[in-house]
């Protein structure tokens, strides 16, 4: 699968997406820290992860990617709810005791 991340020890790391379908060498530093290598050159650096298949990503390494109809990735749009609690209609609690005493007289 091609997208911009690197498998690692069952966890994937982000690397910028220019560098999709290019070989990415690893360094473990034995300190808690990733760095990825293109060429030579540091591209990326993550801290380790001690868990399993879990995912680290860096919004920066995302930008300027583009949709495979090379239109740049839309960003979302806010939203504006007019009404974003629904009505609630409010009644004593004198009609819940109500109900109590009567689910106890039932019983």
């Not at 069952?10 to 990733?34: C, F, H, T």
């Not at 801290?47 to 298949?53: A, D, E």
């Not at 930008?63 to 009505?87: D, H």
Request: hydrophobic share 35%.
């Amino acid at each position: 699968m091609a997208d911009a991340y690197v498998s690692f020890e069952a966890n994937r790391y982000s690397v910028p997406w220019v560098y999709i379908g290019q070989m990415v060498e690893i360094q473990d530093e034995k300190n808690g820290i990733l760095r990825f290598y293109c060429n030579g050159h540091l591209i990326a650096e993550h801290p380790k992860q001690m868990g399993r298949y879990q995912t680290v990503s860096m919004k920066k390494h995302f930008e300027g990617i583009r949709t495979a109809t090379s239109k740049p990735v839309p960003q979302p749009t806010p939203r504006y709810v007019s009404n974003s609690s629904p009505e609630v209609l409010e009644r004593s609690l004198t009609a819940y005791e109500e109900l109590a005493e009567e689910e106890v007289m039932l019983q």
